[in-house]
């Protein structure tokens, strides 16, 4: 059985940072593109990033919006997915998700498309 689960989260002022961690488990992790999502209150659920599995390149994709201020990294060896969050913003208050998926492309952005999901890790930036 896939299991995600997400840690990391938590309050922060505005410019801090937060590293949010994903832990896989019951999958074959080198065949999964790696998704984080973020859903604020009221919200749809929002495309963050994605690391794209190391047989299609490894390559990373971002949301406009957190370009040069998120990173994404992965250690297919321990099946873990970060997401590295600096110079955060009140507006990137949400709920976390780490997600995979199998599709055959890359830098898929549509939630839908990512099978597996975590629970989330509130992330909360304080002005």
């Known amino acids: 059985q896939v299991h995600l689960a997400e840690s990391g989260g938590g309050l922060v002022q505005a410019g801090g940072s937060l590293r949010l961690s994903c832990a896989a488990s019951g999958l074959t992790f080198r065949n999964y593109h790696m998704g984080w999502f973020r859903q604020a209150p009221g919200k749809d659920r929002e495309f963050v990033g994605t690391s794209s599995r190391p047989g299609s390149g490894g390559s990373l994709y971002y949301t406009e919006s957190v370009k040069g201020r998120f990173t994404i990294s992965r250690d297919n060896a321990n099946k873990m997915v970060y997401l590295q969050m600096n110079s955060l913003k009140p507006e990137d208050t949400a709920v976390y998700y780490c997600?995979?998926?199998?599709?055959?492309?890359?830098?898929?952005?549509?939630?839908?498309?990512?099978?597996?999901w975590g629970q989330g890790t509130q992330v909360t930036v304080s002005s």
């Open positions: 997600s995979a998926s199998t599709v055959a492309l890359s830098g898929i952005r549509q939630s839908e498309m990512y099978q597996h």
